[in-house]
């Protein structure tokens, strides 16, 4: 069970999604994309992110349930704030996640300096209430909500404590997410393996070469 999780101002559409869709299922293995926008992008938030994950996982499971009598456990694709949510997840829901695969995670998300803007713009969010986001699934500007800030302030990715066998691929030319974070983050989890590559955020140059690693960590080479 693979459960694929969009980034920011992202859709279940997005480029990376569709790539590894579309190889998984080449291997008989069907993937699910929550689509975070729903039911609107104004009122997203990680807490609702969360719960749509959970809910999401528990369907596939109560599926797996009756066809087969047994429960498999989901590995989590996130790009992003995708993958800040899966390693929130794994915290969470234990046995329920079985690894992670993640690309360019914000590690460091909500905290000083790692916002997605600087400290003037979210004062200025927190006076408006809402402030307009470039969304790159519907090609335009859409307002969010100060909540999603504050509620992003109730979760800490970098410290999270998880288990599971986790594959990270990181751009050293992301503008986005610092690298280092990433390195930082990987650094002190033996259960982590970091891949640093020529790339920027979007790791779009990069997708074949990480599809042979992907490939090899879901035992499917």
């Known amino acids: 069970m693979i459960v694929y999780l969009h980034g920011f101002a992202s859709s279940p559409k997005s480029t990376k ?10 291997h008989g293995v069907a993937v699910v994309t929550p689509d975070f ?20 996982i528990d369907r596939l499971r109560d599926n797996d349930d009756r066809r087969s009598g047994e429960s498999v456990p989901a590995t989590l694709f996130g790009s992003s704030l995708g993958g800040t ?20 995670p914000a590690v460091m998300f909500a905290k000083p300096g790692h916002h997605l803007l600087p400290p003037e713009r979210i004062a200025e969010w ?13 090609n335009e500007e859409r307002l ?10 109730r979760y800490d990715a970098f410290d999270a404590a998880f288990t599971q ?3 990270i691929f990181q751009g050293l030319h992301d503008r986005s997410v610092d690298p280092r974070t990433v390195e930082a983050f990987a650094r002190t989890r033996p259960n ?13 140059a990069s997708l074949p070469r990480m599809w042979v690693d ?7 080479s």
Not at 17 to 26: K, N, S, T
Request: net charge negative.
């Open 17 to 26: 999604a569709q790539y590894f869709a579309d190889r998984l299922v080449g």
């Open 37 to 56: 926008n729903e039911p609107d992008f104004r009122t997203l938030t990680m807490t609702r992110m969360l719960d749509q994950l959970s809910a999401a």
């Open 85 to 104: 949510l899966a390693i929130l997840a794994a915290a969470r829901l234990g046995p329920k996640v079985e690894r992670l695969v993640l690309m360019a």
């Open 126 to 138: 927190r006076r408006c209430g809402a402030l307009p986001f470039f969304h790159y699934a519907f």
């Open 144 to 153: 969010l909500d100060f909540a999603f800030y504050e509620d992003t302030l």
């Open 165 to 167: 066998p986790t594959l």
């Open 192 to 204: 982590v393996t970091l891949s640093l590559l020529e790339d920027d955020h979007q790791l779009t």
């Open 214 to 220: 992907v490939e090899a960590f879901l035992g499917l």
